[in-house]
């Protein structure tokens, strides 16, 4: 009789599992799925840009709300369509003629946008092999330091990447560059650091669990 109630009890806790289960895979596919998507229209968007030759863009400043009290935006326009609000003095860089070129600053901008879906995605990617690494079995291996090591590098290209590639595109198609300082990028690069010491702290408790365990 008592065996019998604990193994009904038992199978009762693998049925109530198993739900939780589903959730957080649904939940992992849902927030993958998410990114896939995030990164392939901006692949898509930057491909256009850059495919498109016969493409007009415009850059015109509107007024939303009344005209005494309403904000004053830059809009980014091709083929005569709204494409987004922007920053104007992203689109208003000079070459050594004092022209300006929309199409290229589109490009620009997307490339800035592709680059940091990339890293995002990888980043995403590795939270997700540790996560099901960790799933039935202990988070504290070899493999899950050397992945949280990986997020803190890519946490550092997340910072440094996408501005250097913006200015690169810039330098070689304007004379005069308008790059201001983005504090952001500095708490990038210290959130970078902190996952990565956080990385190496894993790794050496990892190794000590292992020479215990050898001692033991």
Not at 125 to 147: C, E, G, M, Q, Y
Request: aromatic letters at 12%.
């Amino acid at each position: 009789m008592y065996h019998s109630k604990k193994a009904a009890n038992e199978q009762h806790a693998a049925t109530t599992k198993k739900p939780k289960r589903y959730s957080k895979q649904l939940i992992y596919s849902c927030i993958t799925q998410f990114f896939i998507i995030l990164l392939i229209f901006h692949a898509k968007d930057f491909i256009f840009a850059a495919v498109n030759g016969k493409d007009s863009y415009a850059l015109k400043h509107q007024t939303v709300g009344k005209v005494s009290d309403g904000q004053q935006i830059w809009q980014l326009f091709r083929n005569g369509e709204y494409l987004s609000d922007v920053n104007p003095n992203d689109y208003m860089l000079l070459d050594s003629s004092g022209n300006t070129d929309f199409k290229y600053c589109t490009i620009i901008h997307e490339a800035r946008n592709l680059a940091y879906s990339v890293i995002l995605t990888a980043m995403l990617v590795l939270v997700l092999l540790i996560a099901d690494n960790s799933r039935d079995h202990t988070p504290f291996t070899k493999n899950n330091a050397r992945r949280i090591k990986a997020i803190g590098y890519l946490q550092f290209s997340l910072a440094i990447v996408p501005g250097l590639l913006e200015f690169i595109l810039k330098a070689a198609k304007f004379e005069y560059l308008y790059l201001p300082p983005r504090i952001e990028s500095l708490y990038m690069l210290v959130i970078g650091f902190a996952i990565f010491m956080i990385g190496k702290i894993f790794d050496r408790g990892v190794s000590l669990q292992e020479e215990n365990d050898l001692i033991a």
